[in-house]
């Protein structure tokens, strides 16, 4: 499985943004797929993924600003996050726990200005 992600950028407070996350490759062995967030000198933390079977997980910093979806072909999760605050501000990291292990893409950087 190789994992790619996209859509971070420069956003102002309160704006809204939308990540995806490609996966390719053997994606039925796919678990869960989903996303983690690194700010500047914190840890790396589970923000929102989402299961084979469609249950969904949500940090509590972001439940009611953000929306985990994904497509009918089941290649591709987007997360749609609202009423951005300067403390997401992060690299977002996809990440999917499949039969094959832990699989990382790519971090896309989402600054949050006030």
């Known amino acids: 499985v190789q994992l790619q992600a996209s859509g971070g950028g420069l956003v102002q407070a309160g704006g809204s943004l939308r990540l995806s996350c490609a996966a390719s490759?053997?994606?039925?062995?796919?678990?869960?797929i989903g996303w983690y967030r690194q700010a500047p000198g914190k840890q790396r933390e589970r923000v929102a993924p989402i299961t084979s079977g469609g249950g969904t997980y949500y940090v509590d910093s972001m439940k009611g600003r953000a929306t985990l979806s994904r497509n009918n072909a089941g290649n591709t999760v987007s997360l749609q996050i609202n009423s951005l605050k300067p403390e997401d501000t992060a690299v977002y990291y996809c990440?999917?726990?499949?039969?094959?292990?832990?699989?990382w893409g790519r971090g896309t950087l989402v600054t949050v200005s006030s």
């Open positions: 990440n999917a726990d499949s039969y094959g292990g832990i699989v």
């Open positions: 490759g053997n994606i039925f062995s796919i678990n869960t």
